[in-house]
């Protein structure tokens, strides 16, 4: 026989199924399909273009009509650093305005004097493709990792025999392959982006994580912290065309651009923080105001059809620095939307590209193995 209680607990279960049904059909109405929900959603998003469209009064470069142009422009090859045996995939200066560290296909990781250009440290990673690396703001440790899905962090020491292997930390572990990283503004935290389609905020010293990011449909490939001291912001761009900016305390994305036409490689905040370019497969970089919530400017030419795989700022906000995949780098005026500028050197595709903190200088990596410094 079945006790008292357990023909309840039955009968308690079966009111429950059955009103689960209804509960169901009670919240999805029977138009309520999901091509006509995406159509919904299309149309929404159109009815927003629109409002956004309204706003949009005046375009950059009429207003620039007004403003000088550049006058010569002459930059140079001031340095070349030899010394990775495969493609530079990433570089990134040191807050000294003199070291540089880099990262290559061939597992190596380097630490450069950009005035001499001796190799101070090297460490050889455990995988290659090593994708991303940066240093960190003290200048007293470096990061870096690629297709063993980590982030490693490296302390540098003054004395040049050291086994740097020997302190590495491993700290953020993700499910695809580390297209970039950043410290944030102290050496304590570190910002990653994968090809599993996340950013996260990790803690260098327990290796925990702080806070994920979801909002991309495919591979993030790049990302950039916002300028100032108290930014709690930062921009990702990927795969699926868009780039998504983040509140970094709450995880949340803020505001998303899908204006480009494939994926970026590359995005790069505009000095004072109130707009960042972006660099993509498309051929073209673009600049987005954030106060506008708009694309304010494309940078292209017919005759350019190879795509753009980094971009950076002067420091001044002037100039955009594009690396592309044609070998060369394109120096755009930002105002004016022009091209000033075209520069040769590489003898393959140019990777990475980032402007020194004091902006007196920029450097380039290539898939030609080296490194160069412009003035």
């Not at 929404?44 to 950059?60: G, I, N, P, S």
């Not at 070291?99 to 001499?116: H, L, M, N, P, Y």
């Not at 007293?140 to 302190?167: F, I, M, R, T």
């Not at 000033?340 to 898939?367: M, Q």
Request: glycine share 8%; charged share 20%.
């Amino acid at each position: 026989c079945v006790g008292p209680i357990r023909t309840a607990s039955l009968l308690s279960q079966r009111e429950h199924l059955s009103l689960t049904p209804e509960m169901a059909t009670q919240e999805v109405q029977p138009n309520e399909t999901l091509s006509n929900l995406k159509a919904e959603s299309d149309t929404l998003k159109t009815k927003l273009e629109d409002e956004r469209a309204k706003l949009h009064d005046v375009e950059l470069h009429q207003v620039a009509e007004k403003v000088d142009g550049l006058g010569q422009f002459i930059m140079k090859t001031r340095r070349t650093l030899k010394g990775h045996g495969n493609k530079v995939l990433c570089m990134d200066w040191c807050k000294d305005k003199r070291r540089i560290v880099s990262s290559s296909q061939d597992g190596k990781v380097i630490v450069w004097d950009a005035f001499t250009t001796n190799k101070e440290h090297a460490v050889t990673m455990p995988c290659t493709w090593v994708m991303a690396c940066a240093y960190a703001p003290s200048g007293c440790a470096v990061a870096c990792g690629g297709l063993d899905n980590k982030c490693s962090v490296y302390p540098l020491s003054l004395d040049k025999n050291e086994n740097l292997a020997a302190k590495k930390k491993s700290v953020a572990m993700h499910t695809n392959y580390l297209s970039a990283c950043s410290f944030t503004n102290s050496d304590m935290q570190i910002l990653t982006s994968s090809g599993d389609g996340t950013c996260a905020l990790w803690d260098v010293e327990s290796g925990q994580l702080l806070q994920s990011f979801h909002g991309h449909a495919a591979d993030v490939l790049c990302l950039d912290l916002a300028p100032s001291e108290t930014g709690n912001t930062f921009i990702s761009g990927g795969c699926d065309k868009k780039a998504n900016v983040w509140d970094m305390r709450s995880g949340q994305c803020i505001q998303s651009f899908e204006t480009h036409e494939s994926d970026i490689n590359s995005v790069r905040y505009y000095p004072s923080g109130d707009a960042f370019a972006s660099g993509s497969d498309d051929a073209t970089c673009r600049l987005y105001d954030l106060r506008a919530d708009r694309e304010v400017a494309i940078y292209s030419k017919e005759s350019i059809i190879f795509g753009a795989s980094s971009v950076d700022f002067s420091l001044s906000g002037r100039l955009l620095f594009g690396g592309y995949n044609d070998y060369t780098i394109n120096v755009w005026d930002v105002l004016k939307g022009t091209r000033v500028s075209i520069l040769f050197g590489h003898e393959n595709r140019v990777s990475a590209l980032r402007v020194s903190p004091d902006g007196t200088a920029f450097c380039s990596g290539s898939w030609d193995h080296t490194l160069r410094v412009w003035a």
